[in-house]
Each structure stands twice: as C-alpha cells, then as structure tokens.
C-alpha cells in the first residue's frame, strides 16, 4: 500500500511524477473543497509536502493526526511552526546547500545592477535615448567594504564572490567564527556605519524580525546600499521604505519583501531600488536539485532511513 501525502502547493512535473510514482497524492491546492479533503483523507495523510512560502498552516497540521513528516522545499522554515512539529513528534526536512550558489548569484547580481544600474541602462537603449546622448556615470563595487548579516552556508558563498571581486567582507552574527578571514562585528549598528553595502541573508525567525531596524539603515546612511536575499521580516520595511524615499539610506536591492507577492507601492517608482521577485533560488539546476532532495527526503522517511537534510 502507498503511503498517502497531502502536497500543499505546485511543484515541479519531474517532483510531482516522482511522487504520484511512490504516494497516494492528495494536492490540496487544486481541491475544490479543501475542508472536505482534509476531513475525507486527514486521518490517513502520513507525508506532507510544501515549500518555504506556505509551510504548513496550523489548521492542516490539526487535521492530520497521522502525520509523520513535513518535507519542504526551501532552506527557510520560518512558515512551519518547528516548535508544534517537536512536540507533535514530526519530522521537518529542508533543501540546504543545493542552494548556496543560486542565492549568492543574485545578492552579487543585485549589487551589479543597484551600481551600475543595469535596469536603466537598460531602458536607457531600448528607448532610443542613446542616440540623443550619453547615459553618464555610475558608481563602482572594487574597493567597497560589505558587511554581510548572517555568514552561513550562503553567507560564506556571498563572501567568497564579492573578496574575488576586490572587495573588503565583514560580518555579523551572533557568533565569531574564528576560521573565517573576515571581520566580526559583535555590533550589526556599528558595521552598518562602516560598510558600503549591507547584505542580508539570515534566516527568518522570532529573534531576526525587524533586526535590520531603522538605526541600523540610518547608520548605513546616504551613501549606503542595502541588499535584501534573506527574508523580508527582517528588516523594518516602512522604515526602509521612507529612508530610501527621503534619501536617507542611499539604495536597496531586493529580493524578498515583508508580505509577498506584495511590493510596497512606493518603492515600484524609486531609481535607487532594483526589485526582484523573491527568485534567489530560481535557477532550473538548483530547482531540479533542491526538488530532488524533497523526494529523497520523503522516501528516505518512508523507507525507515535517516532523512538526508533534516530540520527536526
Ligand atoms: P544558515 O543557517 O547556514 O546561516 C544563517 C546565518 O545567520 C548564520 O551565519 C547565523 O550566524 C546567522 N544568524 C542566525 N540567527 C541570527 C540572529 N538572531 N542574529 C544574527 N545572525 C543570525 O542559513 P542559509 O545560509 O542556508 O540560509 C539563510 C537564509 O536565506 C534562509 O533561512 C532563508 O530565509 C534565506 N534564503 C533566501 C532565498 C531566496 O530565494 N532569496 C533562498 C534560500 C534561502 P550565528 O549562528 O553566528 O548567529
């Protein structure tokens, strides 16, 4: 008999074949009538699949008593309430590592395009403007000194890049990694006032929400960059909003926004901001790999083995 698993969101054909392959598969986006699904199958639902987008709500975990696991596709968890799945006995795997090379792509891309600003000059040609006159100076990133908030698995990817790109890399975090070649700043307010660049990539949770505040943006000052890979809680958007609007934080390369897909209106006619809609991991090698470790992880569970990335 399959074990029968309740997916929670749209994946991949090549994830969703290797499912239906190995699983009874109840897809709970696609149900017309989602409480009658849940009331009909809940009791024999053993598996979860999700992504770090919609996790599993609190009302899913109630009305699956047989749960065994909840496989997710995404290295942040902050959407899967940890504490409830310990207690409840329930496992919690994610995608980590797969990742690392993606997510530093796009923090080192947003940089490129805040500084040169690639989507203007972009703009700039198709437009025809070139012809009427030259599109003018930009700013530089050889040389700048960037502080880094969070130097883990794609902290350290991100830190790598941007040392081959000549530039100086400190950090924050709650610890000292004594390996690391970096400078540590117990302070994250005193690093946003030495740095050019701040770029977030920590993970979303209780103790990180807001921790990108209006002090730490204002010691970044007018002359500073902000990049956002990690997640919008944490950093205070309104504030971020009107220092970017007034000037007083220099610009911002985003990623990842407080209550996605929706983009604060005011930031959508900026200049100094480069948006992107939270596609950090969006390439179809590591898509491919991190769907891949969702369907291992799964059958690892099944199959009575250590699951390969687990949370809980
Ligand atoms: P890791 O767990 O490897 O690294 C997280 C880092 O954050 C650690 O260095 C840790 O250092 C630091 N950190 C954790 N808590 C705090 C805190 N309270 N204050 C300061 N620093 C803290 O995670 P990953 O590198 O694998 O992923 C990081 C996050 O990136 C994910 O959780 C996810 O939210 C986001 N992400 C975004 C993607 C996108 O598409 N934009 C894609 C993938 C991930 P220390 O322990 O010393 O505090």
Redo the contacts with the bound molecule.
Sequence with gaps: MKPEILQICPMSPRIEAAFDAAYVVHRYWDAPDRAGLLAAHGPAIRGVATD?HYGIAPEIMAALPALEIVASY?????AIDIAACKARGVHVSNT??V??D??AE?AIGLMHALVRRIPQADAFVREGKWLDGTFGLTGELTGAHVGI????????EIARRLQVSKMRVS???????AFEPYVYYPD?VAMARDVDWLVA?????A??RG?VSREVLTALGPRGNFVN???GSLVDEPAMVELLVSGGLGGAGL??FADEPRVPEALLGLPNVVLSP?????TEKTRTAMGDLVVQNLAAHFAGDPLLTPVV
Excluded at 149 to 156: A, P, Q, S, Y
């Design positions: 770090g995404g290295v942040g968890y902050d980590p590592d990742l690392n993606a997510v796009m908030l969070g130097l883990g698995r794609i902290g350290k950090y924050h975090g709650r610890h000292e990694q994250l990539i920590a993970p979303g949770n103790a990180t921790i890979v990690g997640r990623d990842v939270h596609q950090g991991s969006a």
